[in-house]
């Protein structure tokens, strides 16, 4: 009995001493703050509500990344003698240079349109050296692009012939922010692996200040996550695989690019493409249900990489769309009430080594009226004052040879709007 006495004592002091502790704990502060939801300044719904703040990327650094089979499958044949002399190399200092002052002007448009700019950590890739992982190494690397570019100015082409130089500060929409919620994608491309790197410090302000950040899966890149035996140089072949939605990408491992999504609020759209395939769609299907509804969709190209480039929303109810790529799904836009307009042909862009002259459709809404559009292509500028919209002219000529127009070089990280959805299904 006095054993037990005993016992009961010491749980008491015991008891009573943890307790002590608990409520020190309690009142000490906690390190990390809880900002309000509406304070967050991450939030995005569509492509078109009014931009409030964006990130444009950086062309410094750039570097050729090597002729892999996913950059191979997106390049044009002719093109393959001067990726495998140029392998690793830093792009060339003088168009470097006049596309930095190209991208500083479109920095200073977007503000005096009302936009706050962010730009990314600017990180000498040329100074890195080779990039190795278990699974590969790869001498090319791309930068940060705002949502992509100049880490990307190989991968950060939005166009289905982009592609060759590996960025250095920009990224090409390797990032997407849906409601208040930053997603980095898992990229299809060796080069693109640390394309996120100069975002982080901006990363790490935004989830601090209470917005949602998501890494998906990263894949390995191994050899498995690629068809061996594509056909290249087969574009009929390609052709009649696109429709089918197979590509140089094989299902091993989840892989998409942001540049292959957009945002109509409640109603998400992601492109099959070569940097893109079934299992990221399904990734990015369950991640976001049942918020969001997760539409794929499938183009006519060969050389598909990246939607912006084949469609692009406007604002509610009318598209903007590539007449030389036909989609699969276009009755399912027209059935829900939407206008799909043909774009008109480009006049001055041309095809070279990173992007297609398609760039002329890949545009930059800062709202339902007004769009960041080439200065030089009049037949588009034309288009949008017609069907009501007042358009921005910006030169870019020089940060088109990284791989991207507008679209690509930028990620909108908070556009005013509500979620709330767009289509009568």
Known sequence: MLGRQVARVVRRLTGSRMQHSASQVNVEKDPIEHPQKEECPVCAYTEWDP????????????????????????????????????????????LVKKASKEVDEFCRILE??????????????????????????????????????????????CTSMTAVAAIATAM????????????????????????????????????????????????????????????????????????????????????????????????????????????GAEWLRRHLAPEYSVHVLNTHDASALHIDCTLMPLRPGLMLHNPTRPFVQEDMFRKAGWDIIAAPYPTVLEDHVYTSSWLSLNTLSLDEERVIVYSHEQPIIDLFTKLGLKPIPVDMTAAFYFGGAFHCWTVDVRRRGQLQSYFNW
């Open 51 to 94: 931009l409030e703040e964006v990130i444009v990327g950086r062309p410094e650094g750039a570097r050729v990344p090597k002729l892999r089979p996913e950059i191979k499958a997106t390049v044009k044949q002719g093109n393959w003698e001067w990726l495998l002399k140029h392998a690793g190399k830093p792009q060339d200092p003088e």
């Open 112 to 157: 005096m349109e009302g936009v706050t700019v962010r730009r990314p950590e600017l990180i000498n890739w040329t100074e890195t050296g080779m990039m190795r992982t278990p699974d590969f190494e790869e001498g090319g690397f791309p930068g940060c692009r705002a949502a992509l570019l100049p880490f990307l100015a190989d991968t950060l082409s």
């Open 172 to 279: 090409q929409r390797s990032l997407v922010v849906i409601g208040n919620e930053i997603i980095e994608s898992p990229m299809a491309w060796r080069s693109r692996y640390f394309e996120t790197r100069p975002y982080k410090k901006l990363l790490n302000e935004y989830f601090k200040k209470g917005a949602k950040w998501t890494v998906a899966p990263k894949p390995t890149m191994t050899d498995e996550l690629y068809v061996q035996d594509y056909p290249y140089d087969d574009y009929e072949k390609k052709l009649e695989l696109s429709i089918q939605g197979k590509y140089v990408l094989t299902e091993a491992e989840l892989c998409f690019d942001a540049a292959d999504i957009f945002r109509c609020g409640r109603d998400i759209f992601i492109q099959i493409s070569q940097v893109t395939n079934h299992s």
